[in-house]
């Protein structure tokens, strides 16, 4: 089998929907043949009654992984990634609305080398932005670059694929990410560095990612990065904080000096400024089209307001690293 699409999922079975459906129609050709697995993390919303009620897909394939309980995002997809059965793994999340050619695209890129990752472009859903946030969601990490390699700290498991033997031989997801965020980008740098897999940009065709997150909640999802996430990044790859910026906020063994800026967010961490900044940059002037004026300027406000709130998360879980 050719590609194998894994889709970890808990309790958006109205959002799953979508994203299966507009799998259905893609145009992909694929003679070695494809498949989505699914891995039911624990719904309790009727996921499950749904997912039953797929079982006669045709093509491409329908593959259901149901654990006894909630594992957690890393250990899903490890658990979808060993039932698979394609060459390469497709990562999507079950809030992505795939266009027409996206696999047969992500297949392109793939075939052109024995290690090749794509890293592809997201876009927020026009209807679910009501936010200068999402202009800065949507302008991060591979949204930088409109072809060529990419960074594998741009991977991430909204639209991404790897070699299913190189991620299996570096041992999958690092399943100690028990709570939100990096595991994603740890397990690219092991895939870079021990499995010798160069990544590619893939900026067309664009998912549209239509679950709605408000600013608060993004940032609510920075301090819980700070107060786990981050630091075992930090204790795993103390050489890759420095390419990532982190150590202005997180120390490492051996140590990186944070330097002005660094110690300038430290200094401010546990000030009111730390918590007001999100609310401020809330009420940043916009168009119409909720892009935020002065774009560059509030996007590097943003830029602090997420360091600030990563600084927090660590000061919250007492400890530095």
């Known amino acids: 089998m050719e590609l194998s699409v894994v889709i970890p999922t808990m309790n958006k ?22 498949e989505v697995v699914v891995v039911d993390d624990g719904s309790t919303d009727g996921t499950a009654r749904f997912l039953a009620g797929q079982e006669n897909w045709g093509i491409p394939a329908l593959q259901v992984v149901s654990p006894p309980r909630n594992v957690g995002r890393a250990r899903a997809r490890n658990l979808g990634a060993r039932s698979a059965r394609g060459r ?32 592809g472009h997201v876009h927020t859903a026009p209807e679910v932005v009501d936010g200068p946030h999402f202009h800065y969601l949507d302008t991060r990490g591979v949204a930088k670059l409109a072809a060529g390699e990419a960074p594998a700290r741009y991977f991430v ?52 990612h239509v679950h709605h997150h408000t600013s608060a909640e993004y940032f609510a999802k920075k301090v819980e990065c700070g107060r786990h996430s981050l630091p075992h990044l930090a204790r795993l790859h103390p050489h890759r904080i420095g390419e990532m910026r982190l150590h202005l906020v997180v120390d490492t063994q051996p140590p990186i000096s944070p330097g002005a800026i660094g110690r300038l967010v430290r200094f401010l961490a546990p000030t009111p400024l730390a918590r007001d900044l999100p609310r401020l940059l809330d009420g940043w002037p916009r168009n119409g089209a909720h892009r935020p004026l002065l774009a560059p300027l509030y996007c590097r406000l943003m830029d602090l307001a997420v360091l600030l709130a990563f600084r927090r998360g660590i000061l919250e879980s007492g400890r530095s690293i």
């Open 13 to 34: 079975v109205g959002l799953l929907e979508r994203t299966l459906a507009a799998l259905r129609r893609q145009d992909a050709e694929v003679p070695g043949g494809w």
């Open 88 to 119: 390469w793994i497709l990562f999507l999340d079950d809030d992505i609305v795939a266009p027409p050619g996206l696999v047969a695209a992500h297949l392109a890129v793939l075939r052109t080398g024995e290690r090749i990752g794509t890293i």
């Open 157 to 208: 498991t909204q639209n991404a694929a790897v070699p299913r033997d190189a991620f299996l031989d570096v041992g999958g997801f690092d399943e100690e990410f028990s709570a939100y965020g990096f595991e994603d980008m740890e397990v690219a740098f092991r895939l870079e560095d021990r499995g010798g897999v160069r990544f590619r940009v893939l900026a067309r065709p664009v998912p549209v």
